[in-house]
């Protein structure tokens, strides 16, 4: 690749504009970034500068050489150079005009860094792993280092009436009670929903993902739990109406399995995707979901459950690892512009107090999974004695402990297990719409 030409000279320039009028630092810093520079001790010097303004200092070279020192960066430049810099000749009014200059330069530098970096991923081979989800990686990381110059809200109008005036704002789930209060998934938008082991969350996240699959949208399920094969048994069961058990035990009557060839032909057009690979860690989920995205039309990611996501070798904290997990899951929602649905289990000490039903602060693992998500959505199956036996009742209420988009509230569906869904009860004993939801 041919070098870049550019004059580094712009750099000091930019940095002496603001010695001579030191308020142009807020305006300046909301354009440029550190990685922009391409002399280091001008990266070193900007970085000082921000750093004395934050303090609520004046910037000149008296006080970001004090600053230097008691940062303990001496090392990074001589205590001439912001002197030196200071002496170029330029003037405040210029700031902005070299700093986009500087920021142009920066990016197309990374940008060149970048092309050179997937060029030796191309003449690697592929003998470390997936070599077009690594380019994907350096592609990402470009992005995130480059920084958007900011602009008045109003210019953002235009673009928000044709988004209302065209596009609806979620997806309605399959059940109207549910969507009555969260109104549906939303685009970068993350849900949790949990129950307890056996509750039916992983038959709520398949049966949503078969919907937003039908719908047209592509979906993605991360199964740590299940394999591929369970999740199609599931699916068949689901969209065919036979009995878990018949398909389970491979016991299927002639009629069955003209139930089997129909699902057959019904899945084998969905634009559903399963990734099943045990011990997967964090960056394995979100591998998947980017090589999704890059197929186009990515609605909805479901991670079933968080709980089983490995963490890497170095973690010295599953807490922290799980808080970081889903503060990432809501980052991924954005920078994909799908819906993600995280599954997880709730804590078994629920069941010793005296009213089982979940409250929000019995989800397991970390309180920033409640945090980074818009809506969070408790299952609850009641019990009820049967001949002398507790058995669950088919009553499943979806608590809606947390909504951003509106009231919390609590919804009471049908759990037909057998056929590995959950439907509307004929009778609705909830009003869809409670007085002041609207």
């Not at 037909?416 to 609705?428: C, L, N, P, S």
Request: charge should be negative.
């Amino acid at each position: 690749m041919t070098a870049l030409e550019y004059d580094p000279a712009t750099e000091a320039f930019m940095l002496g504009a603001v010695f001579a009028q030191p308020s142009r630092i807020w305006e300046i810093r909301q354009i440029v970034r550190e990685t922009d520079f391409s002399v280091p001790r001008n990266a070193a010097l900007f970085s000082i500068m921000c750093d004395v303004a934050d303090r609520g200092d004046t910037v000149s070279p008296i006080t970001v050489n004090d600053r230097r020192v008691a940062a303990g960066r001496a090392h990074e430049f001589d205590a001439t150079y912001p002197h030196e810099v200071n002496g170029v000749g330029a003037y405040g009014f210029q700031a902005m005009q070299f700093a986009e200059i500087v920021r142009r330069h920066g990016e197309r530098r990374k940008l060149h860094e970048a092309a050179a970096g997937i060029q030796e991923l191309a003449a690697s081979g592929d003998a470390e792993g997936d070599i077009v989800e690594k380019a994907a990686g350096i592609i990402a990381e470009l992005r995130d280092g480059t920084l958007r110059e900011s602009r008045p809200i109003g210019q953002v109008f235009g673009a928000l009436v044709d988004e209302m005036s065209t596009q609806a704002p979620f997806t309605p789930t399959p059940w109207p009670s549910l969507n009555a209060m969260v109104g549906g998934i939303r685009p970068g938008s993350l849900y949790t929903v949990a129950a307890r082991s056996g509750g039916g969350k992983s038959i709520f996240g398949l049966q949503l993902a078969l919907h937003i699959a039908e719908l047209g949208q592509r979906a993605g399920y991360v199964s740590l739990e299940m394999t591929e094969k369970d999740l199609l048994k599931r699916l068949i069961s689901m969209m065919q109406g036979i009995h878990q058990s018949a398909l389970q035990n491979h016991q299927l009557t002639d009629q069955g399995w003209a139930s089997v060839r129909a699902a057959e032909q019904a899945v084998g057009v969905l634009p559903l995707e399963v990734y099943d690979r045990p011990g997967a860690r964090w960056e394995d989920i979100t591998g998947f979901a980017n090589a999704l995205h890059r197929k186009g039309d990515l609605g909805l990611i479901v991670i079933d459950y968080l709980g089983l996501v490995k963490s890497p070798p170095a973690s010295k904290s599953r807490q922290q690892d799980l808080e970081d997990w889903a503060n990432a899951a809501k980052q991924l929602a954005k920078q994909l512009g799908c819906a993600v649905v995280i599954l997880e289990q709730l804590n078994r000490n629920m069941t010793n107090r005296p009213n089982p039903r979940p409250l929000i602060t019995d989800l397991r693992g970390s309180a920033g999974l409640e945090h980074a998500s818009d809506a969070v959505v408790l299952m609850h199956r009641g019990e009820k004695k049967l001949q002398g036996r507790v058995v669950k009742t088919s009553d499943i209420d979806f608590i809606v402990a947390k909504n951003r988009q509106g009231e919390a509230g609590t919804r009471t569906l049908r759990f037909e297990g057998q056929f590995a869904r959950i439907v509307q009860k004929e009778h609705e004993t909830t009003a869809l719409i409670e007085p002041g939801e609207v």
